[in-house]
């Protein structure tokens, strides 16, 4: 298996190392690395994404990965890359985020096995400090200058927003964790975006001053798509891999619609497909992009890791109703997120279970304009339930005729859906 240092530089994930001869100091021995998660919402989103896939990459490799998860540094805030403060969390809400980001991680990372996965919360450790035992023994290592110095906190500094001194201290925090996992788990490489170069560097200064090891530290670009929009963010927000925040459907999406641009990068940052598999797919994107093979493929391999093989068949299904697949097996939300530009009409369940005359349903939904005119577009072939076509004129909707639990979809000639929802 080929060195780890060297499948990332092929795969374009690494930014900066520590080390010039990283690659040689890691070519023989089986090493622990992690990487910081911030529990400040409920869930992961895809931005975290590539540092958990590197994280797996190493595990791959043979390697032992530690997933961090920041229950104490969340209560500060990291400085790193934001242009001003962002508010507090408490400590409740953060437990409650833990609960889910941990179980997300856990989707990628194997906890069994020789070089098992560690999971951490670094408030078990610098919760344990008063102000005054931290200062005494942590921070005296630290020098002003060195940490004015620091990019994330000139800009910051320089801004009109300008930084607290609670933001001011995150690298310290950052940079004990760093000494700590280095003490208690013989932990010796640090990785994380471009941000976070300032507080990996000062992590790999305070190792060394206080217990005289060499540790090392590798970021990864900061992605950004073709068109310069920050990677993960669509006019809707964020991209979850929480099914509630972002559903599995729009989750899917997301990678189907990568540019031709990004999608060689993306499979390379976000699968773990071979050089010659992508090399492939890479071919295909020059000769034959109109097919777009490259983003199902990539949009097929992230959706399993996230939301599991099942899920994922059932968005690639629903991916082929806009192309007029019958629509079986869904649900509300799947359904929801695929016609959310469609208009919609909400009736009593009831009028369904006691059987809805389809020309109704037609006038009712303003399809047709009247039951003459329902007659006329069904006799020509130009009514579709639920993508299925029907030409009787005394149909009736039952509950059997719902494409979900509550929806069904009605159609006029090619393109012009329109949803009906029965509620209680």
Request: charged share 25%.
């Amino acid at each position: 298996m080929a060195n780890i240092i060297e499948t990332l530089e092929q795969r374009g994930l690494i930014s900066q190392v520590s080390a010039p001869d990283l690659a040689e100091k890691l070519d023989s021995k089986s090493i622990t690395v992690y990487a910081g998660f911030d529990p400040t919402a409920k869930s992961l989103h895809i931005g975290n994404l590539l540092q958990i896939m590197l994280l797996a990459q190493f595990q791959r490799h043979g390697h032992r990965p530690i997933a961090l998860v920041g229950g104490a540094t969340a209560m500060i805030g990291d400085p790193s890359g934001k242009s001003q403060e962002r508010n507090l969390l408490d400590e409740e809400t953060i437990e409650a985020n833990l609960v889910g980001i941990k179980g997300q991680l856990q989707q990628f990372l194997d906890f069994d096995g020789a070089n098992a996965a560690l999971l951490v919360n670094n408030i078990d450790w610098i919760g344990k400090f008063s102000f005054i035992e931290f200062l005494r023994d942590v921070g005296k290592s630290f020098r002003v200058g060195e940490m004015m110095a620091k990019e994330s906190v000139r800009k910051r500094l320089n801004s009109e927003a300008g930084m607290s001194f609670t933001e001011f201290s995150y690298q310290m925090l950052q940079a004990y964790d760093f000494y700590h996992l280095c003490q208690e788990y013989d932990c010796t490489m640090q990785t994380g975006g471009d941000d976070q170069w300032g507080n990996i560097t000062a992590g790999i200064d305070l190792t060394r001053k206080l217990c005289n090891r060499q540790v090392f530290g590798l970021t990864s670009p900061l992605l950004t798509t073709a068109s310069g929009q920050k990677f993960g963010k669509t006019e809707a927000g964020a991209v979850y891999l929480d099914p509630e925040m972002s559903s599995p459907y729009d989750f899917y999406q997301y990678w189907i619609r990568a540019d031709d641009r990004d999608a060689v990068k993306l499979l390379n940052s976000f699968t773990f497909l071979s050089s010659d598999e992508i090399a492939d797919l890479a071919k295909l994107v020059a000769t034959e992009p109109e097919k777009r093979e490259a983003q199902k493929v990539l949009a097929e391999q992230v959706t399993t890791m996230v939301h599991g093989k099942e899920q994922t068949e059932l968005v690639q299904k629903a991916a082929q109703v806009l192309f007029g697949q019958a629509i079986e097996g869904l649900s509300d939300a799947t359904l929801n997120s695929i016609f959310a530009d469609v208009p919609s009409t909400e009736m009593p369940r009831a009028k369904l279970n006691e059987g809805l005359g389809l020309l109704d349903a037609l006038c009712e939904t303003k399809l047709c304009s009247s039951r003459g005119e329902a007659k006329k577009l069904l006799k020509s072939g130009g009514v579709y339930i639920n993508n299925v076509r029907t030409d009787q004129l005394d149909m009736t909707l039952s509950p059997d005729s719902l494409a979900s639990e509550t929806i069904l979809v009605l159609r006029s000639g090619k393109k012009k859906y329109h949803l009906l929802k029965f509620v209680n």
